[in-house]
């Protein structure tokens, strides 16, 4: 029997991640977890906006994103990330992500989601900044891009190039962001329209389970027909699943090229049997900017 997957997620106030199957069945993903799927048929969209594709249209293997043209866009219209909802009446909330060493970002979600986020990107360490309205938020990060020179996205090869290299104390991990936060209260102009938020570091490295994390040798590029990814589950950071194969090789799986396929299950013992990329050559890709 197969199993549509419609992603991973990290439900709100949990701090373990979760793959999630049409109809609404979760499966937990635990470091030390044996998993093994397997891909079948072809690749089709997902819809948009709780619309099934009229075309059931084809998806490309590599794309992150399992949705063909005209549902990837009905989706973009009405996303906040597009500013396609300027009118939202939530409270949202400005933050200060770091990744590793040097990789410092800034971005906004929706005060009701938590910290969500922040586990959906692969954020190590965070801390709040500011709270008030959508388009003040938006304001804020934009003026805070620009003033402090911190980007609102950075490319997962480089999340993934230093999992296994961060400093082992919490207090070094936080550095960076106790920094820029101190920094960004220095930029007075969006204190006016903004809740300033005291400086509190989030630390991620248990929820992901990235306190021995050996170094990546290979990223996975796609699935295909027949194809299996199967092994021991390392660590999950964001979308990724850390996974060591039965000849104990570390390869990283971005979850979101799960979603689209019919998958059943695999054997452990049947390791990755699909196009793999030497992580020091995978192309980079950013998170979607979804709240």
């Known amino acids: 029997m197969s199993w549509r997957c419609t992603g991973l997620a990290w439900p709100q106030g949990a701090q373990m991640a979760v793959l999630g199957w049409e109809g609404g069945r979760v499966s937990p993903l635990t470091a030390g977890k044996q998993l093994g799927l397997r891909a079948e048929g072809e690749r089709r969209c997902v819809g948009a906006r709780g619309y099934v594709c009229p075309l059931g249209a084809l998806v490309p293997g590599r794309t992150t994103r399992a949705r063909c043209g005209e549902c990837a866009r009905l989706d973009r219209a009405h996303s906040v990330a597009a500013d396609g909802v300027p009118d939202d009446p939530r409270t949202y909330r400005v933050y200060l992500a770091w990744f590793g060493p040097g990789m410092v970002k800034v971005g906004i979600t929706a005060e009701e989601r938590g910290a969500a986020r922040l586990l959906e990107q692969g954020a190590v360490v965070f801390s709040w900044l500011g709270r008030g309205p959508l388009m003040a938020a938006r304001r804020t990060e934009e003026l805070l891009r620009a003033a402090l020179g911190v980007p609102d996205r950075i490319p997962y090869a480089e999340k993934r190039a230093v999992r296994a290299a961060l400093p082992a104390r919490a207090e070094d991990r936080a550095g960076e962001v106790a920094e820029w936060h101190r920094r960004?209260?220095?930029?007075?102009e969006w204190t006016q329209t903004l809740e300033p938020l005291a400086y509190e570091a989030v630390d991620h490295v248990a929820a992901f389970g990235l306190e021995r994390l050996p170094g990546a040798?290979?990223?996975?590029?796609?699935l295909v027909d027949g194809g299996a990814?199967?092994?021991?589950?390392?660590?999950?950071?964001g979308p990724d699943l850390h996974l060591a194969d039965a000849q104990q090789r570390h390869v990283v799986l971005d979850s979101r090229l799960l979603v689209g396929w019919s998958l059943v299950g695999a054997?452990?013992?049947?390791?990755?049997?699909?196009?793999?990329?030497?992580?020091?050559?995978?192309?980079?890709?950013?998170?979607?900017g979804l709240f």
């Open 184 to 188: 960004a209260l220095e930029v007075r």
């Open 267 to 288: 054997e452990p013992t049947a390791g990755i049997s699909v196009p793999v990329v030497d992580v020091r050559e995978e192309d980079d890709g950013v998170q979607e």
């Open 229 to 237: 990814v199967a092994g021991t589950l390392l660590a999950v950071a």
């Open 217 to 222: 040798g290979a990223v996975v590029r796609e």
